[in-house]
């Protein structure tokens, strides 16, 4: 009987040990490197608090909230609010409303979902990028360093350095008439521009709007990503 007592306190303690790694969160994408008056899950978040897949992060206004996640950099700007997840082993960011700055030298460490587009870097050259949510169909999406791509279903097309485009998504026919064919796309004898063979996703255009990068991302997007 007493060896049966044994047998099961020592069950119950392999049990109560083994617990903590059963109930250990696997999705860790990332830690908070700065804030101000920003919140992880509605809570506080301190420097250093660590960002798991699904955890929605947000500003007050005149806020800021910065988040190292492996080869990338992400800032939300005051007034924002974005969710983390894992996509396939690389962290993505959903900007949900407000603005988000990110850095990066490597094409496949970052992505920016924001609305329908998905926005990334082209290259494993350093990459600076700012995306602002402006309405229900509305973007701004501004290179300083590197190029960026956006796609919207099908639909894909390059942000070159050192340029911004508002974005509408799914426009009216008479936008997406408006716009360029896709590179490489022509026609001959018609003096016109060749209709798209698909219905454009979004339209863009271009714009002369000042947008300020935080300081942080630039500097971020010149260091190799084998730093901390």
């Known amino acids: 009987m007493a060896r049966s007592r044994e047998i099961i306190a020592g069950i119950l303690a392999s049990c109560l040990l083994m617990t903590p790694v059963w109930g250990a969160s696997t999705g860790a994408l990332g830690t908070v490197v700065s804030s101000d008056r920003a919140s992880v899950g509605g809570t506080g978040a301190?420097?250093?608090t660590t960002i798991f897949s699904g955890d929605t992060v947000s500003t007050a206004d005149l806020g800021s909230v910065q988040l190292r996640t492996g080869n990338a950099r992400f800032q939300l700007a005051a007034s924002s609010a974005a969710t983390v997840a894992d996509d396939g082993g690389m962290p993505t960011v959903t900007l949900l409303r407000g603005s988000g700055t990110f850095s990066t030298a490597s094409a496949k460490a970052f992505a920016l979902n924001a609305l329908t587009a998905v926005i990334k870097?082209?290259?494993?050259?350093?990459t600076v990028g700012q995306v602002t949510?402006?309405?229900e169909k509305e973007l701004l999406v501004a290179c300083t360093r590197g190029a960026l791509s956006i796609t919207v279903g099908d639909d894909s097309r390059v942000i070159p350095e050192g340029s911004a485009y508002r974005i509408v998504l799914d426009p009216s026919a008479e936008e997406a008439q408006d716009q360029p064919p896709p590179q490489?796309?022509?026609s001959k004898g018609t003096g016109r521009p060749p209709l798209m063979a698909a219905r454009s996703r979004f339209v863009w255009y271009a714009t002369a709007a000042v947008v300020l990068l935080t300081v942080f991302a630039i500097h971020k997007a010149l260091e190799s990503p084998d730093r901390p």
């Open 46 to 48: 301190a420097v250093g």
């Open 121 to 126: 870097p082209t290259s494993d050259e350093p």
């Open 133 to 135: 949510v402006l309405g």
């Open 184 to 186: 490489g796309a022509g």
